[in-house]
């Protein structure tokens, strides 16, 4: 069974230009989150999605930053105009059901956004 | 927000030995709680859980536990082998909430 793919695994960006990063979750899973890792931090949430919704982006910074989840196709995290801050690692994690008590999430291999 | 701490940012091992790793968390409604080993360059990977009506849980090698009085989770790896490298998260969450707190991390080295 394939894991959660993330790509590109990579991305080099100049300051100004859009970042578009890609998760497919796991097979059967239909919920996502999205993470993001600063160097030498813990990740920090930022966006739970299920298809074709977003159910709480509260990790999300309000400008630059969207998230979504179409009904076919990939989760993509879009950051417009990058800066430098942006440059981090963002994981993606899926998980078959969201229910009390929370599911286990299964996490991708993560994009590394450099920004130049 | 509250956060998820870690005591020791590294962990030096000599191979065989057994490892303790460390972790505080402040959110007293935190009922589930997850150990991830992260290698370089790669996601985290789940190793263990436990839930909070329970104060020990064990798995191949490692052993969880969990002190609610003192907010106090540790993950103890015994004979610890060179794959055990990797930087170790403890991470909380709550019934009915899927957002996960991570906190920064142990380093553990295993020396040969």
């Known amino acids: 069974n394939a894991g959660v793919m993330q790509n590109p695994r990579h991305l080099v960006r100049r300051r100004g230009q859009e970042a578009r990063l890609r998760c497919s979750p796991m097979?059967?899973?239909?919920?996502v989150y999205w993470y993001r890792q600063l160097p030498e931090e813990g990740l920090k949430f930022m966006v739970y999605l299920q298809k074709e919704n977003i159910i709480d982006e509260s990790g999300m910074p309000k400008e630059r930053f969207s998230a979504e989840f179409p009904k076919e196709g990939p989760s993509i995290l879009r950051i417009q105009q990058v800066v430098r801050g942006d440059s981090a690692a963002y994981f993606c994690a899926s998980s078959p059901l969201m229910g009390d008590p929370v599911d286990e999430q299964y996490f991708g291999p993560g994009t590394r956004l450099t920004v130049t | 927000g509250e956060s998820v701490g870690l005591h020791l940012p590294t962990l030096s091992v000599q191979e065989g030995d057994n490892s303790i790793i460390n972790c505080a968390y402040s959110n007293s409604a935190s009922d589930y709680f997850i150990w991830y080993k992260q290698e370089s360059g790669k996601g985290p990977q789940f190793i263990i859980d436990i839930r909070s009506n329970m104060d020990k849980r064990q798995g191949q090698r490692v052993t969880v536990l969990l002190n609610k009085t003192v907010k106090h989770l540790s993950l103890q790896i015994a004979a610890t082998q060179p794959g055990d490298s990797a930087v170790y998260f403890c991470?909380?969450?709550?019934?009915?909430?899927?957002?996960?707190?991570f906190g920064a991390g142990t380093t553990v080295t295993v020396r040969a």
């Open positions: 991470a909380e969450g709550g019934s009915n909430d899927y957002k996960l707190s």
């Open positions: 097979k059967g899973h239909s919920h």
